[in-house]
């Protein structure tokens, strides 16, 4: 097998410095391989988003290591890890967080301008893609949740990462464009090899991966039983 | 330009209204500092521009130790090797009808050509009917020549009367001068006769070949000093004004960086989200440093721009109020405000910019090493500030503590005491978070009881935003601080004066006036002789050189002063006075800690005969002069320095004379006849707290600004976290607060800042008062001021606080009741 994009190995985080809630992440380990497509199912309050922003260097763990493209995340330094985010990462968020000072569009071209590659028609068409067209100059507190959404996501998908990790890509939108954009998402990445990372708790999401794990309090746990798929 | 710099400049249009108001505190801190230190630099340097101007080209000039210098001096001067040029001039204080006083001086305009050659160049116009022409000035008695500015100030031409207290002059031309001090020009002659001087001029101006030759022969006596001592001596006197000026000037300093610095500081926590984002996007921590500095400096710059302006104007206003202060003090001057200049604009702007930079760098420096995802959860979490707030009141303690090493350290430089006064209020202003904290409950209970639930959220809020409160508070606090404590130094500082007059100034009626009206002595003479009047004291009052720096000399009736007054002294009571029948002396407070004598001490000054010594029979507080005051019995003062000048006359009736009234009455008329203005013991009393209170316009306006100041501060934290807040608000309407709800809350929260702000501000304002009494004033006048507790200033502070926070509150207000009902929720 070859080596891994992701590993993460015996992963903790504790936010309180005080001992008095369990800690969000307890342990967790996992491998995920070159042009995978894979969600992280768990419940609320699981661990997922914490696991997300730890791998994107965004957080520091506890205890633990996280190795992305075969570096390890705490010796590339603060410089390395912004590199990565910059060039090699695509990070959609639960919560959007979109800059409330730049249009739909300019909030996509920002990040291809940060990747080194500005190009107002590669913008617009991944807005047009997500099905945006048409609402490229509006600010973020004209969109609706869902449309802010996926101004997110081609946020993360413009620059042609080679890991997009998509923390709910699809919480806020009704079934049909959540699998539309489902679909887009993954046909996107397996066409160019992306490696993808879904955390989600709604198990349609699931269908669309290769591979599925499982996030309990705060460890992860390979899927095997099919389980949420039968659901 | 990139779009991570756009996507900050944005908020600038975004939030004009709480950009205005950073731009506002920009502007205005810099408008201090630029209105303060101009003012006192164009003053200053118009002082020494008019000493040049009225040493001209002299090199030294001559005059007895104290008062005129006779006439019969002036043949044995022409007379001697050394002397290249020599002019004697009279050089005294004319007071206008209109009320203004200019310097009036009396020269010979032939011998006076080689020193004053502006003054020869004069342009004598004079009327048809006069053929004398340049002549009229040597022949009639009344011709005067006055300086351009002051002719068309006054709308004088050659050939208009000029009305003053000693009659019309007529003016027959006008000459420039070049130190825009006003100034009225007489031949010696006339000027004797004007001044009733007879046979006396008040020094003569020299051009000297060889000094110590001249002294050799002339020091005996005589006080010869070249133009250097002279303005040396000029700047000593005004030496303790001009570091009060400086302090004022630093004052501004410290106020405006800090409002700068408040307002970078927000402008930065604003964008604390932002970073999150745009780190997590893969932006540097470069860029967005780069980003944040183009907007901190847009701020800066047409902030300081703005201010370099508004400073510019405060200028002119500032620099007649210690023009106005050093002339009642010190020396004649009327400064013109400086032109503008464009360095003004850059001033302003370099230091909207720096002071921007220096604000905005420490949040700047903690935000981009804050992790993203930490960032991205927005405010810091209450219980994490909490923490931050000990830590930074760790640092205030310890700048406490270095500031009161400071402070006590004795005898250090005064620059080390206002160190220390500056590090206190920085310290002090580092300890309002855990004061916030500490504070909590309490100020939930009582917004509580004020606001119900609302008030209970404001307190919450107050306590959840830390970050931002508490630098809003401290801002606050500062500059409520300096208002109370600039409030109450100035009451004590007047108290301590209005017992200071209570001691010393028993008279019933003042005769004369210092620099203005001599007393003849046989006027002294007559009112002596009164019957039933308790007795009159001849009171001169002339500078001499102590140890090569200027002091004052006065001459006094011992008995008569040690009978009626009960003068403040340091140690013993009025037998004080005994030393001083005996041809001794009495010392000012800041006499003696000037010099470092004390009672019982020997010391020497140059009298008209050589060196002559005195003992100290005591010390005593006064406040007329920081320089030094020495009091001597007026038989010691004419053996010593045979001057025979009064200045003014003060008669002293006992009490329960019976003809007490008509006593006044007659003085009064035989002062009248001769045209000795007469003032009344509470005319007198009047006139000087007018003084004082002149003194301190430019202290209280620097009082006037801390509170604008403060405003500003207390406004932009407001808005920020009402600009943050927007979205909670319409979450508290979901939840079923009513809009009045809502703006109690945004009221109560600014109320509830305001009287944290004023309760500190009560503790840190006295202390502040305390250390200006205790430490500046002390050092830098070397006299005691009474701490004397009022309520006037508390109260004035606390009127402030309560309309700044009012006023602050005022625009979210407005906001939230026009923006009923579709507040937002949506994220922004
Ligand atoms: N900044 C924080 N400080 C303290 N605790 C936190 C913080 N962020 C998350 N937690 C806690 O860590 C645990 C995991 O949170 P996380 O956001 O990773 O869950 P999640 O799986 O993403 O949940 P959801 O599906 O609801 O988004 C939760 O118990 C949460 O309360
Ligand atoms: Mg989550």
């Not at chain 2, 050189?545 to 006065?554: E, F, H, K, N």
């Not at chain 2, 009393?685 to 209280?700: C, E, G, H, P, Y």
């Amino acid at each position: 097998m070859a080596e891994p994009v992701i590993r993460v190995i015996d992963l903790w985080k504790d936010y309180a410095d005080d001992l008095t809630n369990a800690p969000a992440l307890r342990g967790s380990s996992l491998e995920i391989s070159a042009g995978e497509v894979v969600a992280l199912f768990g419940k609320s309050g699981s661990g997922k988003s914490t696991l997300f922003n730890l791998i994107a260097g965004l957080d520091h763990p506890t205890k633990g290591r996280i190795e992305v493209e075969g570096q390890d995340l705490e010796l590339l330094g603060e410089k390395g890890r912004t590199n990565l985010r910059r060039f090699r990462l695509g990070f959609v968020f639960q919560f959007f967080n979109l800059l409330p000072t730049l249009t739909a569009f300019e909030n996509v071209f920002l990040s291809l301008e940060l990747a080194a590659k500005p190009d107002a028609a590669v913008a617009r068409d991944a807005l047009k893609e997500v099905g945006l067209a048409g609402k490229e100059h509006r600010y973020p507190n004209e969109l609706s949740g869902g449309e802010q959404q996926r101004v997110a996501i081609a946020r993360a998908i413009v620059k042609r990462p080679s890991i997009i990790l998509a923390d709910e890509p699809t919480g806020n939108l009704d079934t049909a464009t959540g699998n539309q954009i489902l679909d887009l998402l993954t046909h996107r990445c397996r066409e160019s090899g992306t490696t993808l990372v879904m955390a989600t708790h709604a198990s349609f999401t699931c269908r669309y991966a290769d591979r599925i794990l499982r996030m309990v309090d705060g460890i992860v746990v390979e899927e095997t039983s099919g389980e949420v798929l039968a659901r | 330009m990139k779009i991570v710099t756009k996507s900050f400049l944005r908020y600038l249009p975004r939030r004009l209204s709480l950009s205005l108001l950073q731009l506002m505190g920009v502007a205005c801190g810099v408008a201090a500092v630029v209105g303060m230190t101009m003012s006192a630099i164009t003053a200053l340097a118009s002082f020494t521009k008019a000493v040049e101007f009225l040493s001209g080209k002299a090199t030294h000039s001559m005059q007895r130790p104290a008062g005129p210098t006779e006439e019969s001096a002036l043949a044995g001067l022409a007379r001697d090797p050394a002397v290249v040029r020599f002019s004697p001039v009279i050089d005294r204080r004319l007071r206008l009808a209109n009320g203004d006083l200019v310097r009036f001086l009396g020269v010979d305009p032939f011998l006076d050509r080689a020193i004053r050659p502006e003054i020869a160049d004069a342009e004598v116009r004079p009327a048809k009917d006069n053929a004398a022409g340049a002549l009229s000035f040597l022949l009639d008695d009344d011709a005067v020549l006055i300086d351009k500015e002051l002719a068309r100030q006054l709308q004088l031409s050659s050939g208009s009367l000029l009305q003053t207290t000693r009659g019309a002059l007529r003016v027959i031309g006008t000459f420039s001068n070049p130190s825009g001090e006003p100034l009225v020009l007489m031949d010696i002659a006339h000027a004797q006769k004007l001044f009733t001087l007879n046979g006396f001029v008040d020094r003569v101006d020299l051009i000297l070949a060889d000094e110590s030759g001249f002294r050799g022969r002339w020091e005996e006596g005589f006080l010869i000093q070249s133009g250097r001592q002279r303005s040396a001596a000029f700047s000593a006197m005004l030496g303790a004004f001009r570091l009060n000026l400086e302090a004022l000037s630093l004052l501004a300093l410290f106020v405006g960086v800090f409002l700068i610095y408040n307002t970078a500081m927000f402008a930065v926590l604003n964008r604390r989200r932002d970073t999150g984002i745009l780190r997590s996007l893969g932006a540097r921590r470069y860029e967005i440093i780069a980003a944040f500095v183009t907007e901190i400096l847009i701020l800066g710059f047409i902030g300081g721009a703005l201010g370099g302006i508004i400073g510019y104007f405060l200028t002119r206003f500032l620099t007649a109020l210690i023009g106005t202060s050093i002339t009642d003090l010190y020396f004649f001057l009327r400064p013109e405000p400086s032109a503008w200049s464009n360095w003004i604009l850059f001033a302003g702007v370099a230091l909207g910019c720096g002071a921007s930079m220096l604000g905005g760098a420490l949040p700047l420096l903690e935000i981009v090493r804050t992790d993203p995802a930490k960032a991205l959860s927005g405010r810091v979490a209450g219980r994490q500030s909490g923490r931050n707030a000990h830590r930074t009141s760790l640092a205030g303690l310890l700048i406490l503590a270095v500031s009161t090493v400071l402070l006590i350290l004795p005898r250090t430089h005064i620059y080390v005491g206002f160190a220390g006064v500056f590090g206190f209020l920085i310290g002090v202003s580092l300890l309002t978070g855990s004061v916030l904290v500490a504070i909590h409950p309490g100020l939930r209970w009582v917004l509580g009881r004020v606001g119900r639930l609302p008030g209970k959220v404001a307190a919450g809020n107050i306590r959840q935003n830390l970050g931002r409160t508490a630098v809003a508070v401290a801002a606050f606090m500062v500059a409520l601080s300096m208002s109370v404590g600039l409030g109450s130094m100035i009451g004590s500082f007047r108290q301590s004066l209005v017992w200071w007059m209570e001691s010393q100034l028993q008279g019933e009626l003042y005769i004369g006036k210092i620099g203005e009206a001599d007393v003849p002595e046989s006027f002294y003479e007559e009112v002596k002789k009164m019957p039933g009047l308790g007795g009159a004291d001849p009171y001169r009052n002339v500078q001499v050189l102590y140890r090569d720096v200027p002091v004052y000399v006065a001459s006094v009736d011992a008995s008569v002063v040690q009978r009626f007054t009960h003068f403040g002294w340091l140690k013993g009571g009025n037998e004080n006075w005994e030393q001083v029948k005996r041809g001794g002396v009495v010392i000012s407070e800041s006499f003696s800690r000037r010099f470092g004598i004390k009672s019982g001490d020997t010391m020497t000054l140059h009298g008209a005969h050589g060196p002559a010594e005195f003992r100290v029979g005591g010390i005593f507080y006064d406040y007329t002069t920081e320089h030094g005051l020495l009091m001597m019995d007026r038989s010691t003062f004419l053996r010593v320095f045979g001057d025979h000048t009064i200045n003014s006359l003060a008669a002293f009736i006992d009490p329960d004379n019976p003809h007490r009234l008509e006593l006044i009455q007659e003085i009064k008329k035989k002062a009248e006849a001769r045209g000795l203005p007469v003032q009344t013991q509470s005319q007198l009393r009047a006139s000087i707290l007018k003084v004082f209170d002149n003194t301190f316009a430019v202290t209280r306006s620097m009082r006037a600004l801390a509170i604008v100041v403060a405003f500003f501060g207390i406004a932009g934290a407001l808005l920020t976290l009402f600009m943050e807040r927007r979205h909670d608000f319409g979450i508290y309407r979901a939840l079923g607060f009513s809009t009045g709800q809502i703006a109690t809350m945004t009221l109560l929260e600014g109320l509830g800042m305001g009287a944290v702000s004023y309760l500190l501000s009560m503790g840190a304002g006295t202390i502040l008062a305390v250390l200006l009494i205790n430490v500046i004033n002390l050092r830098s006048f070397n006299w005691t001021i009474f701490f004397y507790p009022e309520l006037g200033p508390y109260a004035w502070t606390a009127i402030t606080a309560l309309v700044a926070s009012l006023g602050a509150a005022a625009y979210p207000i407005w906001k939230v009741c026009r923006t009923y009902p579709q507040m937002q929720i949506r994220e922004e």
